[in-house]
């Protein structure tokens, strides 16, 4: 509860005129912003309940309701905004962490809208994805360095471990926990459908769930929550998480109110106790370490699964990608920091990591340097919000992206940022049964379907405008990038040339 | 401005001529078929490669080189004189054209490495004498060897490749195969290094087209040790193939089933053996998939190789005629040097055709 | 008259075959292009191997060929008749209008693309041999015809038909076309099919000296568009 002292952010704008008093609003609203007065007959709302998430304007019948930015300012400073000020005052008032939820919203260079993408004209023809052949298929693994042959002298068909996917998009890691399990469910049978993965995230994998294996991606965090053989045998991969874009350098906690019922038996910790998941993993303290933990997970599982190991993107990302692909990995996800999270101290979530446009340049480029790229496939994420981010990740020499605030935005989230409210009015970052059954997964994977598919067409557009029909060709190509309004070093490191050269 | 220094998309013509049974035939014969496609061209880069050439020397390194200068020349020459045995060297014999202008010192240079210094770069002799061609052509000033195989040669200038030809006394040359490339590039190179075909040994590449996906390519060949300087998709497709046949082994066949896969859902309907092997080729090997259009003649040791991209975007026509095999951009420039083919047909998208001289000849 | 193409060159050769009032025949012909481009009138007979683009625009006039042809024939025809005693190269007939052409052997890569009708313009190409891949994408009218006279397997490429959005393709085979893309129906081509095929089987068999029972031995395909524009669902009003 906000120190009466701060004005709301928001305010709940009724039009009185179109308001039936059916008070669906009131029913809708988590945080009880609604509320009905019966002595005057009409509907009024506690604006500083209100968080901004539309559940009720989508909800109105007649559009009598909308949120507005207050109009209630300090004096104009543009050192001592009121953000700074109010920041200052909560934290007088409750003596904690400001925390908060989503990605990092602050106001840092966004690369990708600084690249522009070519497109083939007279000297080489462009191609139509809609009548010609257009290839998006990915496969994610670790590449082998010599062809051998048989005594016959055929080529041994001895392919490292790897996962196929139908276009080079996957859903991110959010765990059971953070998000509900009609979330999770959505999730998974999207991926089924769109032949692509999804990730359980650290909070294990519901057994209804076990169904999808060959479409999951089974986490292994540094709680260590759900982990058991069959857990990681049901998945088509493993991933070990070493950070999140988000929060680099620090872990995770679910308080023990939401560990009940399923989520408990999930992540096989008892209920009400807390879920900690410590800043590293504490057997690793270093990179041999990974290595050790990297394969002690290929013999539990007979060498069966590819392994990824996920990070944060950091300043000496380049050197650490070098490391893990030397240590036994198959595949590096690479997470930027505009990365969503479901709860994460503010200050951590926006001042530390770097942009995923960065991380991305120089981890592709420092292992061509040192001739390794071909051990380990690339996925990078942290903000990708459509397919022209896709094209240009991939052709700065991703080999694939995950999603994840996009696919939570298809599945309603408003990105009101108050996940670790536990309140989600959507059905998606809540545990509350009455919260949760507003997220129909009938409903929800189809909406997933939908995005992706979307994007699958948008992407081989833009191949084709470049005279491109197989993903493949444009992985690392980045003669087909050109920056605007860059400079020299940020040109340099994303290795691209200026718009005009 | 050098080629190399910025992209230079072209369109082009290409003809290649090759004997089965290894008789070796003048010169003349392709400059007269490539004449023929004059209008592909527009006179700013043309070259042929010539295989059987040199028989007196046929276990040496032929290295043709361009020199801007004789301080050049002087440099490059110590340089081969600590790698190599010189076992003849001379100025390669030109005639001199109005139409080609702006020549450098051009010679050519009978070598065969050094034992001593062989066995102390632990490397097999190819891989030695590429990294000997790599090292003079980025480390010494002005001068550029463009040719690098045994008993074969390239012969290529700035001008219209009829008048290259003859600028080289082509017709004085006999060998079992010749290629030929008549260049239409978009900006204006002023360096002959820069034309094509390009040679690294004994593979020299003749290509029509311009690839989409030439960085990718490029950024993945450059992790094994190769080094695109001129920045042209001939470069890059010729590397790609040393790589594939001399590094991993791949025959010709396998090749072309990496740089010019078949479509996914053509793999899926091909036998299951076949379909694994596509497979792991197409997954191994995914960027060095060529992607657009290319139509390209590749000349090695004893073979020829002609092939297109995966939708056929560039013209192609093989013409057959005894143990004669012709190759050209158009049926024109096979019927002008053979008018009575027995056969004439034009290899579909993604599928090459490999000749090799038969046992015995040669 | 007679005149020799590789003396001549292109331009000049070009320049001749427009100012002629009476047929020409043109020998030694080695790759000079663009040969008859908009011809309305006279018949040009063509010995050897034309270059690109012959009877580009052709408005009209006939031209026979002796020999192969190579790419881009019939580029935007308009009306008239091109007869090829050999085979075709890449893109055929693109964008072809009016008129006919009859190639007795095989044709390329892309033929009859695009092509459409135009009021009562209306325009067809019967290849006696097979087609490469993509033939008659984007088609919006008119009709083309593949017999495969010497084929036992279907005589078209992958891609048969993609974009098509007008006009019939026809295919003589034991077989139907396989792994055809989603904008294309096949049927069996009904008497009113064979009705409509009738004059133009006719000629060419007369043209090329082919038994017309021959011809009508085996089955014959019918592709036809599924629907007009087949793309709608795919895109969002932004």
């Known amino acids: 509860m906000a120190a009466f002292d701060i004005y709301p952010e928001y305010e709940i704008v009724r039009n009185n005129e179109r308001c039936t008093n059916c008070r669906v609003c009131e029913k809708q609203c988590a945080n009880g912003a609604h509320i009905f007065l019966t002595d005057k007959n009409r509907m009024a709302a506690d604006d500083d309940k209100c968080v901004n998430c539309h559940r009720c304007v989508a909800m109105c019948p007649v559009r009598a309701l909308k949120i507005v930015k207050t109009n209630h300012t300090f004096r104009e400073n543009l050192y001592w905004t009121g953000k700074s000020i109010k920041e200052i005052k909560r934290q007088a008032e409750s003596g904690g962490v400001l925390l908060s939820s989503m990605g990092n919203p602050e106001t840092y260079p966004v690369y990708f809208d600084k690249i522009l993408l070519n497109a083939s004209q007279v000297t080489n023809p462009s191609i139509d994805p809609l009548r010609e052949p257009m290839e998006t298929k990915v496969y994610l693994g670790s590449k082998p360095d010599k062809v051998v042959r048989d005594e016959k002298g055929r080529i041994k068909i001895d392919l490292p471990l790897h996962i196929k996917l139908s276009m080079p998009v996957m859903l991110s890691a959010m765990s059971y926990g953070s998000i509900s399990y009609n979330a999770h469910e959505s999730l998974a049978r999207a991926a089924a459908e769109a032949g692509i993965m999804y990730n359980t995230g650290e909070g294990g994998l519901h057994e209804d769930l076990y169904r999808y294996g060959k479409n999951t991606i089974v986490q292994v965090a540094s709680g260590r929550f759900g982990v058991h053989s069959r857990y990681l045998s049901n998945g088509a991969a493993i991933e070990i998480k070493m950070g999140q874009g988000a929060k680099p350098g620090i872990g995770g906690h679910l308080p023990g109110s939401k560990i009940v019922g399923d989520i408990s038996k999930t992540r096989m910790i008892p209920e009400g106790s807390d879920a900690i998941s410590p800043a590293p993993h504490h057997d690793i303290y270093s990179i041999e370490d990974l290595s050790q933990l990297v394969y002690s997970l290929k013999e539990a599982t007979g060498y069966t699964k590819p392994i990824i190991v996920k990070i944060a993107a950091v300043h000496n990302v380049a050197a650490i990608a070098s490391g893990i692909a030397r240590s036994g990995a198959d595949i590096i996800a690479i997470d930027g920091f505009r990365g969503g999270t479901g709860a994460a101290p503010a200050r951590i979530r926006d001042h530390v990591g770097i942009p995923i446009e960065l991380a991305l340049a120089s981890v592709d480029k420092r292992l061509r340097d040192e001739g390794i790229r071909n051990r380990v496939s690339i996925v990078a994420g942290g903000g990708i919000r459509s397919s022209a981010d896709v094209v240009k990740a991939i052709a700065l020499g991703a080999d694939c992206v995950y999603i994840g605030t996009a696919a939570l935005i298809a599945l309603g989230c408003h990105m009101c940022r108050s996940c670790h409210t536990g309140k989600c009015n959507w059905g998606i970052a809540t545990q509350r049964e009455d919260l949760v059954k507003r997220l129909n997964p009938d409903w929800g994977y189809k909406r997933l379907v939908n995005l992706l598919n979307a994007w699958k067409h948008e992407i081989m557009e833009m191949m084709g405008g470049m005279g491109i029909n197989a993903i493949e060709s444009l992985r690392g190509n980045r003669l087909m990038l050109r920056g605007v309004g860059l400079n020299e070093k940020e040109l340099e490191i994303l290795g691209i040339k200026h718009a005009g050269e | 401005m050098r080629e190399g220094m910025f992209r230079n998309p072209s369109g082009c013509a290409i003809s290649g001529i090759f004997s089965k049974s290894g008789k070796r035939f003048s010169g003349r014969q392709i400059i007269e078929s490539i004449a023929v496609m004059h209008e592909r061209s527009n006179g700013l880069g043309g070259g042929f490669a010539a295989y059987g050439i040199y028989p007196e020397f046929k276990d040496h390194y032929a290295f043709h080189i361009f020199y801007d200068d004789i301080y050049a020349k002087r440099e490059c020459e110590e340089f081969l004189e600590d790698h190599f045995d010189i076992v003849s060297f001379s100025q390669i014999p030109t005639r001199k054209l109005p139409e080609i202008k702006d020549t450098p010192l051009i010679w050519r240079y009978f070598l065969a490495p050094l034992p001593a210094k062989l066995a102390d770069s632990q490397q097999d002799e190819g891989e030695y004498v590429i990294r000997c061609v790599f090292r003079i052509n980025t480390g010494i000033k002005g001068a550029y060897v463009f040719s690098s195989g045994k008993n074969m040669g390239v012969f290529k200038a700035v001008g219209f490749p009829e008048d290259v030809g003859r600028f080289y006394r082509l017709e004085e040359y006999e060998g079992y195969c010749f290629t030929a490339h008549g260049r239409y590039p978009t900006n204006t190179p002023g360096w002959w290094g820069g034309a094509h075909p390009f040679a690294l040994l004994d593979f020299s590449v003749v290509h029509n087209g311009e690839i989409s996906s030439y960085d990718a390519n490029r950024r993945t060949i450059e992790m094994y040790g190769y080094k695109c300087t001129l920045q042209t998709d001939t470069e890059v497709i010729t590397y790609i193939i040393d790589y594939l046949h001399r590094k991993q082994g791949l025959d010709l066949k396998e090749i072309c089933s990496v740089i010019a896969a078949p479509f996914w859902s053509v793999i899926a309907t091909r036998p299951h053996k076949e379909r694994e092997e596509l497979e792991y080729l197409r997954c191994v090997f995914d960027t060095l998939l060529i992607n657009g259009p290319f139509s390209i003649i590749v000349g090695f040791e004893g073979g020829m190789m002609a092939l297109n991209d995966r939708l056929k975007l560039r013209s192609m026509v093989v013409g057959e005629k005894d143990d004669m095999v012709y190759v050209a951009s158009e049926e024109a420039a096979i019927r002008v040097i053979q008018k009575d083919l027995d056969r004439v047909w034009s290899p579909k998208g993604g599928e090459g055709v490999i000749v090799t001289l038969e046992k015995g000849s040669a | ?238």
Request: charged content about 20%; overall charge negative; hydrophobic content about 35%.
């Open chain 3, 1 to 238: 008259m007679n005149v020799s193409a590789r003396r001549l060159g292109s331009r000049i050769l070009n320049d001749e075959i427009r100012r002629a009032e009476e047929d020409i025949i043109i020998e030694d012909c080695f790759g000079e292009r663009y040969i008859g481009s908009c011809a309305s009138s006279i018949t040009i007979t063509i010995n050897g191997t034309p270059g690109n683009a012959m009877g580009a625009y052709l408005d009209g006039a006939t031209i026979i060929v002796n020999g192969n042809v190579q790419d881009a024939v019939g580029d935007t025809m308009n009306d008239g008749k091109i007869i090829i005693h050999g085979n075709a190269g890449d893109a055929l007939g693109y964008a072809m209008r009016g008129g006919k052409i009859y190639v007795k052997g095989d044709a390329g890569y892309r033929t009859g693309i695009h092509m459409k009708e135009y009021k009562d313009k209306r325009h067809v190409i019967v290849v006696g041999g097979s087609t490469g891949s993509f033939l008659g994408e984007y088609l919006a009218g008119g009709m083309i015809i593949v017999l495969g006279m010497e084929s036992e397997a279907c005589p078209v490429g992958d891609f048969t038909g993609t974009g098509m959005h007008g006009g019939l393709i026809f295919i003589r085979s034991s077989t139907p076309p396989a792994n055809l893309p989603k904008q294309v129906t096949v049927s069996l081509a009904d008497d009113l099919d064979m009705g409509s095929m009738n004059e133009y089987l006719m000629e060419y068999a007369d043209t090329f000296g082919l038994s017309i029972d021959e011809i009508l031995r085996k089955p014959f395909y019918r592709l036809a568009p599924n629907a007009k524009n087949p793309y709608k669902q795919l895109y969002t009003i932004y």
